[in-house]
């Protein structure tokens, strides 16, 4: 166990575990990446509710959503890391995670602050269906990321995420990457946007939804093709999104600089610190706050897009028993 309030000793371990190479495409920075944004991105600015506090993931409730699924093999991933630096919580860990990650697959330093708590119970997750759905358009990419206070152009940037991973067939029903190195932080997702002709069509399987595919130069026929998400698209079909798909493309300084800005603003979402740092779950909430962390979780992947469907999430039931969590003074 390390020195509570050690970051830089967590930072070093999550960096020492980011290349996994049977996993998809060698890295597993990009699932973490998604861990951190699912994390935050339930927020809404209106009832003051969901956002990076709380780790409610851990929770069925939340976890189970169907939105998470895969997130599962992130937070795994992440479970030796919470084993050693047990002190840390997981909604630091996974926050954190996703900043580390980022920057070590050639992306920009982001700011990250510790103090997040976790859950103690269920009674402040957020309700399922808040994260977007990609198979819908920029409609629903306004109502969705409006709600979490985010502008046009933050949420173009924030779309630029989409340079890192891939979709998986099991988890969101959509196939492949976006770029054609899926785990080097870019521009590219842009570029691509703009440049290749893209084609809508419906994978070779049951209930498969529709995407935008492409090849680019020097693919094969026989090669994966790369894909977009409609709401990927649609970035490019509305007057207000498009310049910045434009602008980010011509110009990765901007993009990393914007990126890291809605990035650190993103993973803030319903964290309300007190002088020491400390988060507490509501503005409302008066009194000193404590640095509250959950107990570690199971070490294996359950649930949707697991590989064992339907699954009830053991972990998060162990989390329902009231195991009092660990406190620690950083
Ligand atoms: C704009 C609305 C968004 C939609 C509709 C969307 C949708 C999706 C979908 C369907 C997947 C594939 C999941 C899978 O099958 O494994 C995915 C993956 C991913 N998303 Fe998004 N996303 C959005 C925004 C974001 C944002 C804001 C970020 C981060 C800032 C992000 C980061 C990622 C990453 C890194 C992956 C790859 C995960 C992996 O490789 O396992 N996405 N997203």
């Not at 209106?46 to 990076?52: F, K, M, R, V």
């Not at 932080?185 to 498969?208: H, M, V």
């Not at 493309?249 to 990035?263: G, H, M, P, T």
Request: charged content about 30%; hydrophobic content about 35%; glycine content about 10%.
């Amino acid at each position: 166990m390390s020195k509570p309030g050690d970051f830089e000793a967590v930072r070093k371990d999550i960096v020492g575990i980011l290349k996994q190479k049977p996993y998809d495409d060698g890295s597993i920075g990009p699932v973490l990446v998604r861990l951190a944004w699912h994390a935050s991105g339930t927020y809404c600015k209106d009832s003051d509710t969901g956002g990076s506090n709380g780790a409610g993931m851990r929770y069925e409730a939340e976890g189970g959503d169907p939105a998470n699924a895969g997130l599962q093999h992130a937070r795994v991933f992440l479970e030796p890391i919470k084993e050693k630096h047990s002190w840390i919580t997981y909604s630091d860990l996974w926050t954190l995670a996703g900043v580390v990650a980022i920057k070590a697959m050639g992306g920009p330093d982001i700011a990250w602050k510790a103090g997040r708590s976790d859950f103690a119970d269920e009674t402040l997750l957020p309700p399922r269906g808040r994260l977007p759905d990609g198979s819908q358009a920029q409609d629903h990419l306004r109502h969705i990321f409006y709600r979490m206070g985010f502008n046009d152009q933050e949420i173009v940037a924030l779309s630029g995420a989409h340079n890192l991973g891939r979709c998986h067939a099991d988890r969101s029903g959509f196939e492949g990457a976006w770029v054609n190195n899926p785990t080097r932080f870019s521009n590219q997702y842009f570029k691509l946007l703009l440049k290749l002709k893209w084609e809508k069509k419906q994978l070779n399987r049951d209930g498969a939804p529709w995407q935008w595919v492409a090849r680019s130069a020097g693919m094969d026929d026989d090669d994966e093709p790369l894909m977009m998400l409609p709401t990927d698209f649609s970035l490019t079909q509305d007057a207000e999104f498009r310049p910045w798909v434009e602008k980010y493309a011509e110009d990765q300084e901007l993009f990393f600089r914007d990126f890291s800005n809605v990035f650190a603003k993103l993973i803030e979402l319903g964290v309300y610190r007190d002088e020491d740092g400390i988060a507490r779950f509501s503005h409302l909430e008066k009194g000193k706050a404590e640095y509250r962390s959950a107990p570690q979780k199971s070490a294996t992947p359950q649930g949707p897009g697991a590989g064992k469907d339907g699954e009830a999430s053991k972990a998060a039931e162990e989390n329902k028993t009231g195991v009092p969590a660990m406190r620690a003074k950083l």
